[in-house]
């Protein structure tokens, strides 16, 4: 059973980092899509960014552009979330998810991935 944890979380002040790791078990990390996703308190899950199997492909969605960088460690069987220039906005819990190992490309939907983290929480406040 694959299993997913996340590390890494915490309170920051805004334009401040943090950089998120998700630590992948019983099973091979390369077989796998990866996407991290967050939930602010009151809100519906929302997609932050996602990995192709290999890393060369990466999407992120647009409030996260330039401040955010996915990656992935295959061997280490980890994938990153690097966070820059947090705002309060970014607020919430993070997670990272993995789809079947057929599935070849990103999905935006979170009911497509199988497997969950339990969650980091980050904080941005002063």
């Known amino acids: 059973q694959l299993q997913l944890v996340e590390s890494g979380g915490g309170l920051v002040q805004p334009g401040g980092s943090l950089r998120l790791s998700c630590a992948v078990s019983?099973?091979?990390?390369?077989?796998?899509?990866i996407a991290w996703f967050r939930q602010a308190p009151g809100k519906e899950r929302e997609g932050v960014s996602c990995?192709?199997?290999?890393?060369?492909?990466?999407n992120y969605v647009d409030p996260m552009k330039g401040r955010f960088t996915i990656s992935r460690d295959n061997a280490k069987n980890t994938v990153y979330l690097q966070m820059n220039s947090l705002k309060s906005d970014d607020t919430g819990v993070y997670y990272c998810?993995?789809?079947?190992?057929?599935?070849?490309?990103?999905?935006?939907?979170?009911?497509?991935?199988?497997?969950w983290g339990q969650g980091t929480q980050v904080t941005v406040s002063s």
């Open positions: 019983g099973g091979s990390l390369d077989a796998r899509v």
């Open positions: 998810a993995a789809l079947p190992v057929q599935s070849a490309r990103c999905v935006s939907r979170p009911n497509y991935y199988g497997y």
């Open positions: 990995i192709s199997k290999s890393g060369a492909s990466t």
